[in-house]
């Protein structure tokens, strides 16, 4: 099956820097890879998606970039505000599976003013 | 309110006895999958559905646990024998049939079990 893997697990920096949450998959057929940002005690929210036949993907501040030959996809988020502090979970997918989400294991972004 | 909706939101139970947790999806939405999350874990695939019927079930779901989409709508998920490793915080999600298209996640229910 799908494992994906996501580095780091936590990552802090200043209050408009940039932030950059890397994953990895070992499942070649995957094909959907979304982004989820967790508050506490909320629920996972998709920030943003990327499919296997686009490289890049951007929405304002956020940017995922996929690597399918390396199989890796990463999240970029410019000019940090504290209101970007959370979880951030990657996943990947096969259309062809039902959509079954497989997660990384997170990573909690603080963001200092 | 529009979104997935998840009852009850917190249960405590004590080991030993059985639990049953309701999600109702988005209403045009087909698809329908359960979640565990344990604490500074991400989410882990339960089991999925698709208008009624359950197409897949992880191998982290023992016989203790069930799930069921009667009419394709919602969903129920029943714990048996409860035991202190179920404690977690169960996601539901739905989504419309199609590759690729997003889940919306429901709040959750946050099982304790004592």
């Known amino acids: 099956g799908e494992n994906v893997e996501q580095h780091p697990s936590t990552l802090s920096v200043q209050e408009g820097d940039s932030a950059v949450i890397k994953c990895t998959y070992s499942?070649?057929?995957?094909?959907?890879f979304p982004w989820y940002k967790q508050e506490l005690g909320k629920r996972p929210q998709l920030i943003i998606d990327i499919r296997s036949n686009v490289g890049e993907k951007k929405d304002q501040r956020i940017a995922v970039t996929l690597n399918k030959t390396a199989k890796h996809f990463s999240l970029h988020i410019t000019e940090t505000q504290p209101e970007d502090s959370a979880v951030y979970f990657c996943?990947?997918?096969?259309?062809?599976?039902?959509?079954?989400?497989?997660f990384g294991g997170g990573t909690r972004l603080m963001v200092k003013p | 309110d529009t979104g997935v909706s998840q009852d009850p939101r917190h249960k405590i139970t004590k080991r030993g006895q059985n639990v049953t947790f309701r999600c109702d999806p988005i209403?045009?939405?087909?698809?329908l999958y359960w979640y565990r999350q344990t604490l500074g874990q991400g989410p882990e695939f339960l089991t999925y559905?698709?208008?009624?019927?359950?197409?897949?079930k992880s191998r982290l779901l023992s016989d203790r646990f069930s799930a069921e989409r009667p009419k394709g709508s919602f969903s129920t998920l029943e714990i048996q024998r409860t035991e202190q490793g179920d404690s977690a915080m169960y996601l539901c999600?739905?989504?419309?049939?199609?590759?690729?298209?997003?889940?919306?996640f429901g709040q959750g229910t946050r099982l304790t079990v004592v």
């Open positions: 996943a990947a997918s096969r259309n062809n599976a039902g959509n079954m989400l497989t």
């Open positions: 559905f698709q208008n009624e019927a359950q197409l897949e």
């Open positions: 999600a739905s989504s419309p049939q199609g590759g690729g298209t997003e889940a919306f």
């Open positions: 209403s045009e939405h087909n698809r």
């Open positions: 499942d070649s057929a995957s094909n959907y």
